[in-house]
């Protein structure tokens, strides 16, 4: 089976504009999960999906969203960029809410 | 919030058993324990999970305490390609069913 697949791998935006990133989950999975890491705060949970609807939000703020489609894959978009928003996004699949996890390669984002 | 302590970085000679530990004492009787490892820029990779009895894989070994307040985590033969940071994550109702990555205990593999 093929992996978690996340695109564009890597992204340069600069403040003020917004970013779509893209996760298509392992076949059969349902629940996608995106996650934000800095080297400051280390891994962070954004949200979860599960059946198109969000079951789960990190603490982040509104400039922050994401979606999930009926094929499972999922986006999720960042509006208004700042500095800090510089980062590896990672998003993960797994077959149910709270179960094994299993991650993409991630996006780079940087913010100029 | 993480319900694991780690070391924060730990050491091991190559060809021999890396033996990663993690406290969870107050992880509750339906919470799964999970090992994830991050080779460095590079997405999680999942190594093994377990709830009460020892569990082992191709990848490595996970031995539970009885009273279940601590894990091990074992690489039986430590190799270069083992170096990166290994995450000992709690998941159950009582987190949230979320995955929540503390800081990890970053190994190094000598060679």
């Known amino acids: 089976k093929a992996g978690v697949t996340q695109t564009p791998r890597y992204l340069i935006k600069t403040r003020g504009q917004q970013v779509t990133l893209s996760c298509s989950p392992i076949s059969g999975h349902r629940s996608v999960s995106w996650y934000q890491q800095t080297p400051g705060q280390g891994l962070q949970f954004l949200f979860e999906y599960f059946s198109e609807t969000q079951r789960n939000k990190g603490n982040f703020p509104g400039r922050f969203s994401g979606r999930q489609f009926s094929n499972s894959r999922s986006e999720m978009n960042v509006s208004t960029l700042e500095l800090g928003d510089s980062a590896l996004y990672l998003c993960?699949?797994?077959?149910?809410?709270?179960?094994?996890?299993?991650f993409g390669p991630g996006t780079r984002l940087l913010v100029l | 919030d993480a319900k694991t302590t780690q070391p924060t970085s730990m050491d091991c000679a190559e060809g021999r058993a890396a033996n990663l530990p993690c406290n969870h004492s107050?992880?509750?009787?339906?919470?799964?324990v999970y090992w994830y490892r991050q080779i460095h820029s590079q997405g999680p990779q999942y190594i093994i999970h377990g709830l009460k009895n020892n569990e082992t894989n191709e990848m490595a070994s996970l031995i539970i305490t009885e009273d279940r307040k601590s894990s091990t985590l074992i690489l039986p033969h430590a190799t270069l390609r083992d170096t990166a940071v290994y995450y000992c994550?709690?998941?159950?109702?009582?987190?949230?069913?979320?995955?929540?990555f503390g800081t990890g205990t970053s190994l190094t593999v000598i060679p």
């Open positions: 994550i709690a998941l159950g109702a009582n987190t949230g069913n979320q995955f929540y």
């Open positions: 107050t992880i509750s009787g339906n919470e799964y």
């Open positions: 993960a699949s797994s077959l149910q809410v709270a179960e094994t996890q299993y």
